[in-house]
């Protein structure tokens, strides 16, 4: 059984930062996604870690930043996000799972999910 919860949600201007957490303890083995849902949309893949560690994934939307990590001592993961768009406004999940590859970027891919956290970009 994994328990994940994330922090660090909040609001902020347009260009700012924020670090979300994931808090995860026992995910060892896993890969952990973080995925959004913004009001009245799907949720929808935001960026994942392979358990290893050594393999990320990014949505396009994303991509040069957002930064996902994993601190294996301290069994949490982060997302560094920078450069902030009223878009990246949503209530943000972490998820784990044992995807494969292909499936990584598939909400379906995952067994457990935390609770989420509102982050709120103001333009």
């Known amino acids: 059984q994994v328990q994940l919860a994330e922090s660090g949600g909040g609001l902020v201007q347009a260009g700012g930062s924020l670090r979300l957490s994931c808090a995860a303890p026992?995910?060892?083995?896993?890969?952990v996604a973080w995925f959004r849902q913004a009001p009245g949309k799907e949720r929808e893949f935001v960026c994942a870690?392979?358990?290893?560690?050594?393999?990320?994934y990014y949505a396009d939307s994303v991509k040069g930043r957002f930064t996902i990590s994993r601190d294996r001592a301290a069994s949490t993961i982060y997302m560094q996000m920078n450069s902030l768009k009223s878009e990246d406004t949503a209530v943000y999940y972490c998820?784990?799972?044992?995807?494969?590859?292909?499936?990584?970027?598939?909400?379906?891919?995952?067994?457990?999910w935390g609770q989420g956290t509102q982050v709120t970009v103001s333009s």
């Open positions: 026992g995910s060892t083995g896993y890969s």
């Open positions: 998820a784990a799972g044992r995807p494969i590859t292909s499936t990584i970027r598939t909400s379906g891919a995952y067994y457990y």
């Open positions: 870690i392979k358990a290893s560690g050594g393999t990320t």
